[in-house]
């Protein structure tokens, strides 16, 4: 099956907090999304919908196919989730952490060691692979949850802040390997770094206050005075939308049925 995912009419609320309302886009394979939108707008609460962390309020999303309602663990199968923070065993290195999620996701012998070599070095790991991970900068900590997202080669990756706490070396490579697996899979990030749309990304939706706003391509959001920064904070502001936002308003996107 084509690697896609597909969000409905997705909602969340927190008691009498509307933090996702009514969202709906749809993301095919090769391509890689920017997911934008100022603190709290509700990236990181659709995110998490997605990969199955958190019960949508209403509406659903699915995932090469499975609803993360009815199919939890086939969705979870295919996708590589980076949360926000990257959470980790600090007691553990990132050697035994990664066999651990290996061991975790049901590979075994050679091939195990296989996948764990390979995330390590995607990733760019082996000067640390034998330190204690609660002893490692921000940054490595942010790529040993990148390595443990790719080691199964999932057809989906969500990337909750990808490059915090990254120094500009690091994020260039990371970068890089985003880029070099887009083709095969869907690729969707939250960043709240613009010129990682344009580095990156070849389409962005922006967020705000659990609502879409706009939804094209980097190009398209960047046209009008100002490039993207301005036109993000014009409607994310609460100011007059510009072209880009017109249309996603006229000509909402496509939902499969």
Do not use: W
């Amino acid at each position: 099956m084509t690697a896609s995912v597909d969000i409905r009419q997705l909602t969340k609320s927190f008691g009498p907090i509307h933090a996702v309302r009514d969202v709906s886009f749809r993301v095919e394979q090769g391509e890689v999304l920017g997911f934008l939108g100022p603190n709290g707008a509700g990236k990181s609460t659709t995110m998490k919908m997605v990969a199955g962390f958190l019960e949508p309020t209403s509406g659903t999303a699915l995932v090469c196919g499975h609803d993360v309602r009815e199919e939890p663990r086939e969705v979870k199968r295919a996708i590589g989730y980076l949360p926000e923070g990257a959470p980790a065993y600090g007691e553990m290195t990132p050697a035994s952490f990664l066999d651990f999620v290996a061991e975790v996701r049901g590979f075994g012998g050679a091939e195990r060691a296989r996948k764990v070599e390979l995330a390590a070095h995607r990733a760019q790991l082996e000067s640390v692979l034998g330190q204690r991970i609660e002893t490692l900068s921000k940054g490595f900590k942010r790529r040993v949850g990148l390595a443990a997202a790719i080691l199964h080669d999932p057809a989906v990756l969500i990337l909750d802040e990808p490059t915090d706490g990254l120094d500009p070396n690091q994020k260039h490579e990371v970068r890089q390997l985003i880029r070099s697996m887009a083709k095969d899979k869907v690729i969707v990030l939250s960043t709240h770094i613009l010129e990682e749309v344009d580095a990156v990304c070849t389409r962005a939706i922006i967020i705000s206050d659990g609502r879409l706003l706009a939804d094209g391509t980097p190009a398209e959001l960047s046209s009008g005075d100002g490039g993207l920064e301005a036109f993000f904070r014009r409607i994310t502001l609460g100011g007059a939308p510009s072209a880009a936002a017109e249309r996603v308003e006229r000509e909402p996107v496509e939902v499969a049925s």
